[in-house]
């Protein structure tokens, strides 16, 4: 039981047991028992996503454990997290394989989320493959699956978000509806995840509890130091390790050497096959080093009366758009400024990508009492991790959090292929500012607004064996200024064999704000005919041909009645001229046929 109690102090950056009873959140996890999950998640990392939020969350929480497929269950009923709840959750994993035929979101967020409301905010952890299928068949079974999916996105996040309900997706596989949970952690205010490890689900979880119940830290740097300054009154390492590995050495700033084997009787120390808890109370000022190989997941958590504060930090940051920021330090409860702040202090935010690299970092300078200023926006896309530091020549203070930062727009091509949805994530843009253009093959598409911030894509029949294009535009008009937007290919067709442009098949996608490139290298065309006789070339050619005959071929058979044009006369005679080249090389290659002699 000390254990996990260290594991929830560490968590909540060292707070004490009081401030646990006063802040304990109320959170629900919502686990995917469905069918495919035995194709998404052989391994069951269901299971060990149960046996880390057994051991996260703090005493004096409450708790409960959903499980829906088909249906929705509660295996385990809400109540207060102490030791008998925790072995009910340990015992569930066989009931994890239980699999129900379909998977029914909607309803999962609706009964999970509604059952025994109270005054505090609830948390749901959604785990699941993110994909709403719903029982029946054919075209109905589309339609219905459209619907719920819909209802999701417009009614029922909006919903949970005025009831503060956070929702934090964490998704199982890779095969998943991202725009969904995404959509849905955006409106919600959650955090939004993808784990195929039980490391990456330990990073989630680790995430996700940081944004319940933020802590500060002490960071690590580089050479495995920290920094320990005399207002802490304790701290508590989370150190990771591989799989076996031997546990590190923590060496006080007297030289003094900490180990699992030996260390004071003061000291508490836990750990596992993946990672070591250890607890200082009363701990020396100066650094501290850390001996042996740690994660880049490790982190310092401390108590003292000296705490960093901040206005509410978002979970999800716009690509392209800055964030504004408000930091103060607090003692006692009392906001500090002038001569009662620590001299020399700078404030500073940085975002970094989950391995590391640094996407972008601001000062922000004092103005009476808090620091104020905004963080850049950044091109990239996906997970990051906000870290915001208070530092002087007497202490740090450092918090954490992960962000999700998604494209200002993004466009997903509907299940039935027919259509192509516009939303936009930006609080700030919508239907009235924001003007959506789209086109197929040079060809424009109609655009029609179906809601304050969502437009529809109206797309042709297309050849089903074709995967072609749709190139979307946005012009936005805000704060007096006009934001150009170029979004994400979406591809018709993303599954078929060909491609219009070849070669950037593999990088194509279907929607959405965690974009992948769409170009194609600049050498990439050459290297497709390096070592090609003419011939094979001219076959190339015309296959290429037939295939762009193919894709045209609608939209030629739509212009047929109008006047011809010497357009229409050039690209007919190529064509002509390709297959004559074709014919030609064969009959140069019969003539070189010669019959053995004897």
């Known amino acids: 039981m000390r254990a996990l109690w260290l594991v929830v102090v560490l968590m909540l950056g060292g707070f004490p047991a009081w401030s646990l009873a006063q802040t304990a959140p109320d959170v629900r996890m919502v686990v995917d028992v469905s069918g495919s999950m035995k194709q998404n998640d052989p391994g069951n990392l269901r299971a060990s996503a149960l046996g880390f939020a057994a051991t996260l969350l ?91 999916r819909r209802r999701i996105l417009a009614s029922l996040a909006p919903q949970l978000a005025d009831e503060n309900v956070v929702v934090h997706p964490i998704a199982l596989s890779s095969n998943v509806d991202l725009p969904l949970l995404e959509q849905v952690a955006q409106t919600t205010g959650g955090l939004a995840a993808v784990a195929h490890t039980p490391d990456e689900l330990l990073r989630a979880f680790l995430d996700v509890l940081d944004r319940i119940l933020p802590g500060d830290r002490v960071p690590i740097d580089a050479d495995q130091q920290f920094r320990v300054d005399p207002g802490i009154d304790e701290f508590n390492a989370l150190l990771f390790r591989a799989p ?36 200082v109370p009363n701990p020396a000022a100066g650094e501290w080093r850390i001996e042996g190989d740690i994660g880049a997941d490790s982190r310092i958590g401390i108590h003292s009366d000296l705490v960093l504060r901040s206005g509410d930090l978002p979970a999800t940051l716009y690509r392209g758009f800055a964030t504004p920021l408000d930091v103060w330090l607090e003692q006692d409860g009392d906001t500090l400024a002038g001569d009662a702040l620590p001299g020399g202090l700078e404030v500073s935010a940085a975002l970094d990508d989950l391995d590391g690299n640094a996407l972008a970092q601001v000062s922000l300078p004092p103005r009476e009492g808090h620091f104020r200023g905004e963080l850049p926006g950044v091109d990239a896309l996906g997970n990051a991790r906000l870290a915001i530091t208070a530092r002087s020549d007497r202490l740090i203070r450092q918090r954490v959090q992960t962000v999700n930062v998604v494209a200002a727009l993004s466009a997903t091509l509907g299940q039935d292929g ?173 003539a070189r046929r010669e019959e053995p002699s004897l």
């Open 244 to 279: 076996g590995g031997e546990s590190p050495v923590l060496i006080g700033p007297d030289g003094e050497r900490y180990s699992r084997e030996d260390h004071p009787g003061n000291v508490e120390w836990q750990g596992s096959d993946r990672y070591d808890l250890i607890t």
């Open 418 to 590: 027919q259509h192509i949805t516009v939303r936009a994530n930006h609080p700030d843009l919508n239907a009235d500012n924001t003007r959506i253009t789209a086109s197929l093959t040079g060809q424009s598409l109609e655009v029609r607004r179906v809601g304050d911030r969502e437009w529809s894509i109206t797309v042709p029949q297309t050849d089903p064996g074709q995967s072609l294009p749709v190139r979307i535009s946005a012009e936005a008009e805000l704060d007096g200024r006009t934001l150009q937007f170029e979004l994400p290919i979406v591809r018709l067709n993303p599954d078929a064999v060909v491609g219009l442009s070849g070669a950037d098949m593999e990088r194509a996608i279907t929607s959405e704000s965690r974009e992948q490139d769409d170009s194609v290298g600049e050498s990439g065309s050459d290297s497709l005919t390096d070592g090609l006789t003419a011939s094979q070339m001219a076959d190339i050619a015309v296959e290429k041909a037939r295939q762009g005959w193919q894709v045209a071929r609608p939209y030629v058979e739509r212009y047929a009645q109008r006047p011809v044009t010497w357009g229409a006369v050039a690209l007919v005679f190529c064509l002509w001229l390709l297959w004559r080249w074709r014919q030609a090389a064969r009959r140069r290659r019969q």
């Open 58 to 148: 703090p005493s004096g929480a409450r708790g409960s454990v959903w499980t829906f497929g088909t249906t929705v269950g509660e295996p385990v009923v809400e109540g207060e997290v102490d030791g008998a709840w925790r072995e009910r959750v340990g015992q569930l994993s066989p009931r994890l394989t239980d699999y129900q035929q379909f998977t029914d979101i909607e309803r999962a967020l609706r009964e999970a989320s509604n059952s025994a409301p109270d005054s505090r905010h609830r948390h749901l952890i959604l785990l699941t493959d993110g994909m709403v299928d719903l029982p029946a068949a054919g075209d109905a079974k589309t339609q219905l699956d459209e619907a719920s």
